[in-house]
Structure formats: structure tokens, C-alpha cells
């Protein structure tokens, strides 16, 4: 079965820019389906940013949903000097826009912890923290700090575990830009699938094309183990 | 008193024929008169034609004029142009069909209006429609077609007690969304000081802008060829940063 037979051969990590849920959330869905995966081995844009957060000893204003903010646990919040924004429609209304942007002009940085235009769920598409954050930089004349997908500073963390040069890493996802697109600007290989966010000829839209474009994981892992170890 | 005209040569050939005034920051300051003000208009108006033009979207033309009666100055409602008028008239034009993203007091200025199955997105300063199921609205409409509209662009205002977001982060968020382009109407869109000189079949380069606010007022007017002058109240005196 490709989904065990992949970790034998390789080293596995799992990166998501999923801003609306903690790890441990994560975590527990994914096991509950029968993966068999650490919670270690999930890395989000959430890391990322309170890695960001930790290193650069910030202190900030977290524009992010109540099942995020556990992943912030321990970060001081008083004094802010920052504007952490994430997926977090209770925040996306004027008054707290407001907020952000006096803050924004006082001097506190503005961080993305990705730029989505738009999700998709089961219901439609749904505005990502993407244009939000775009509004802030627009108002205030300044650009993001941005922490997720597809920037390149996200793969080169989710790889420093291992050691790992990005030529003899693959990314595996569904959204061409900002799965496989961000991941080949650094150097890796990039595998499009064609299930969730795909949509027909997705794979047209990125300059190199994909790698390789498949019909789902489970296609992919067969093809990493014929072709690339 | 100092006024710089390095341009007044240049000027000299072409007489002025109409003037075109901002009101909040130059004629007043919420509410009142900048001093002087009175006056000198009632002075202007016997040489030149005049009207006045604002990008004002939280308040209809009525309520303006209520104001600036108030204050004292001789002004009719016909005289006044705001960005609302601009965006009436383009709506009317277009025969567009508008989700209205305005505060109530605004709404009046678009009474006549049919704004069922709606297929434009039309924002103004519209702080209860800055919200993510009110954006969001717009955003799947606009993936459906639908034009996007900016009564203007201004990024923040500034009030008594501080600065606020203005309409243009809100138009901006929905066109990075989106990947389009957003219709704009105000100042300083060319167009809209254009329409406001139509009136009087004026060129461009017999007409002066006076305002407090060098990007929207005088940047440009002076851009559409007018003669752009800079009063040193509101924007400025409020500066707080």
C-alpha cells in the first residue's frame, strides 16, 4: 500500500497554510482517517509564524480564529508591536481593520501568515486572509512580511529538519501556485494532483509546468519510488 | 501671506472661466467655516462659474448642502458634485444594476435605482459593510460577472478623534481577490472632474481645483490640465502623523 511503503524509503513532512486550526486539530482528523502520522511531522503556516514570532521576539496583535491561537500558547501579547493575520473572519470587520491599521502606522510590522485570495469548501468559495492583508498594505503604503505558501523561507524550514537540499526534495500538492509553484522557485521537484483544489488545466498556469501531474497521492508515491530514489 | 505660482506664466494666456472647490478641509472643517471662507466665495462667484466637488460617500447631497447653509455660505444643491453623483450618473449611464455597499444616509442619492438581480458591486465608505459576510457577498458575485465599482479610492480619512480606514482598502482587497480592476469615480479620477466641468462646456485649461488634499484634489485636476491650488487647511492642519 503506497501509504506505507513511502516512509520506508524517504523522509516525510507535511506542510499546510491551514490558519483556522492548531496542529493538534490537525493532527487528530488525520488520525482519526488512519493515517499514521506524528503530530511533529505536521508542519503549518501557524509554525511558521510563531517560529517567526519566537526568533524575532515579537509581541502580537493575532488577527486569527480562537482554534489557531493555541498554537500560540506562551507568546506574550501585551505591548503589541505586530499584526499577525491569519483566516479570521471575526476579525474582518472595520472596527478591527481599524485597529490593525492605526497600529500598522504607528510602526508595528505587518505579517501574513499566507496571502490566499480565496478556499474552497464544501459550500463555495470563501475571501482567504490573502485580501485582508492586501487592504492593510494598501492603506498604510507598506508590504507584508509573509510567512506561508508558497514562500520560499516556508519549504527551506519545512527541509532544515533533514538536512535536506531542495534538489532531492519533491512537494506533493494540489494548488499549483502555491503548492508546486512555490516549491519549484526553490529548487524542488513539484508534483501536481488532481484532486481538492485542482481544477482543469491548473497545470498550465505555472512557468516550468509541474514536474509531474496526477490523477492523486497514491498515483504520486508510485511514481517517486519507479522514478526518483 | 506666501503662495507659491511657479506655473502663473504659463497660465496667463488662458482666462479662467469656472472654479471648482473641495468643501471638507477647504470651505469648512466638520463644523466650521474656515474663516474668511464666506466671503471670498460670495467675491469668486460674481467673476467665475463655480461648483463644488468632494469625495464624500457617507452622506447624500442634501445633508452637505443642510451643512454648509448652516454655515453661512450661499450655495445651491445643484452646485454640489460628490463621487455619489458621479457613481449615480455612471450607474444610470450604464443602466447598471447595483449591490449598494453604502451607509444608509448615502442610499438616499440613489433612490430610483432598481437593485434587484443585481450585476455591479458599488462600494463607498460603508464601515457596516466592512464585514467578511458582506465582502464575501460581493466576492462570489464579482466571480460571477458582476462589475466592480469604486465610488473612490481614498485609503483613510481623518476625523476628530483619529484616522479610519477609508473605502479604498475594501476595493483593493476585493480586486486582489478577485484578479480585476476596479471602476473608480472620484477624485482623483480624470473623469470625474470632467463630468464636474461639463456643466459649463469649460476646458480643462480655463478651469481651477482648490483643496486640501495634494494627491486627490490637486495632483489631479492638474493631470485632466487644470490649474490646481493647494490651501494649507484640513489635510494639513490635522496632520497627525
Same mark, same amino acid.
Given at each position: 500500500?503506497?501509504?506505507? $511503503?513511502?516512509?520506508?524509503?524517504?523522509?516525510?513532512? &507535511?506542510?499546510?497554510?491551514?490558519?483556522?486550526? $492548531?496542529?493538534?486539530?490537525?493532527? *487528530?482528523?488525520?488520525?482519526?482517517?488512519?493515517?499514521?502520522? *506524528?503530530?511533529?511531522?505536521? &508542519?503549518?503556516?501557524?509554525?511558521?509564524?510563531?517560529?517567526?514570532?519566537?526568533?524575532?521576539?515579537?509581541?502580537?496583535?493575532?488577527?486569527?480564529?480562537?482554534?489557531?491561537?493555541?498554537? &500560540?500558547?506562551?507568546?506574550?501579547?501585551?505591548?503589541?508591536?505586530?499584526?499577525?493575520?491569519?483566516?479570521?473572519?471575526? /476579525?474582518?470587520?472595520? $472596527?478591527?481593520?481599524? *485597529?490593525?491599521?492605526?497600529?500598522?502606522? +504607528?510602526?508595528?510590522?505587518?505579517?501574513?501568515?499566507?496571502?490566499?485570495?480565496?478556499?474552497?469548501?464544501?459550500?463555495?468559495?470563501?475571501?482567504?486572509?490573502?485580501?485582508?492583508?492586501?487592504?492593510?498594505?494598501?492603506?498604510?503604503?507598506?508590504?507584508?512580511?509573509?510567512?506561508?505558501?508558497?514562500?520560499?523561507?516556508? &519549504?527551506?524550514?519545512?527541509?532544515?529538519?533533514?538536512? /535536506?537540499?531542495?534538489?532531492?526534495?519533491?512537494?506533493?500538492?494540489? +494548488?499549483?501556485? +502555491? +503548492?508546486?509553484?512555490?516549491?519549484?522557485? /526553490?529548487?524542488?521537484?513539484?508534483?501536481?494532483?488532481?484532486?481538492?483544489?485542482?481544477?482543469?488545466?491548473?497545470? $498550465?498556469?505555472?512557468?516550468?509546468?509541474?514536474?509531474?501531474?496526477?490523477?492523486?497521492?497514491?498515483?504520486?508515491?508510485?511514481?517517486?519510488?519507479?522514478?526518483?530514489?
Amino acid at each position: 500500500m503506497p501509504k506505507y $511503503s513511502l516512509r520506508r524509503k524517504v523522509n516525510v513532512k &507535511f506542510v499546510t497554510n491551514t490558519t483556522k486550526e $492548531s496542529r493538534r486539530v490537525l493532527h *487528530e482528523r488525520l488520525h482519526s482517517l488512519g493515517f499514521d502520522i *506524528e503530530k511533529s511531522e505536521i &508542519f503549518t503556516s501557524l509554525s511558521a509564524a510563531r517560529s517567526y514570532v519566537d526568533t524575532h521576539k515579537i509581541r502580537p496583535l493575532l488577527m486569527l480564529e480562537k482554534e489557531a491561537m493555541e498554537d &500560540f500558547e506562551g507568546v506574550g501579547t501585551s505591548d503589541p508591536n505586530a499584526v499577525v493575520i491569519g483566516l479570521a473572519p471575526s /476579525c474582518f470587520n472595520y $472596527s478591527k481593520m481599524n *485597529e490593525a491599521f492605526r497600529m500598522l502606522l +504607528d510602526g508595528s510590522t505587518l505579517i501574513g501568515i499566507h496571502k490566499a485570495r480565496y478556499l474552497k469548501k464544501k459550500d463555495g468559495l470563501y475571501l482567504g486572509p490573502g485580501p485582508f492583508v492586501h487592504a492593510l498594505e494598501y492603506a498604510t503604503g507598506t508590504q507584508a512580511v509573509v510567512l506561508g505558501k508558497p514562500e520560499k523561507a516556508f &519549504f527551506l524550514e519545512a527541509l532544515q529538519e533533514f538536512s /535536506c537540499p531542495p534538489d532531492q526534495a519533491v512537494m506533493i500538492g494540489d +494548488d499549483v501556485i +502555491d +503548492d508546486v509553484g512555490g516549491a519549484q522557485k /526553490c529548487g524542488m521537484l513539484g508534483i501536481l494532483v488532481q484532486t481538492g483544489k485542482y481544477r482543469s488545466k491548473d497545470e $498550465s498556469k505555472i512557468q516550468p509546468a509541474p514536474h509531474l501531474t496526477c490523477p492523486d497521492f497514491p498515483a504520486s508515491v508510485d511514481y517517486i519510488i519507479d522514478n526518483l530514489l
